[in-house]
């Protein structure tokens, strides 16, 4: 992944910034990529170009 890749999330107050920690490609029906890690993390889940799989991009919230 892009060094950069830090995605800030707001809904009104306060905003959070995540650092991408993996992204995955995964079948549509692997729903374990959604269980609870018990930590500060962020799931977004889009289809791949082709719309077969899923990609999945994981981000753990950044120290501020």
Known sequence: HHPDMRPKFSVLDPTYTYTVSKIDIVEPEDTWILQDYGDDRITIVTCTDDGERR???????AEE
């Open 55 to 61: 990609m999945v991009v994981t981000g753990m919230k």
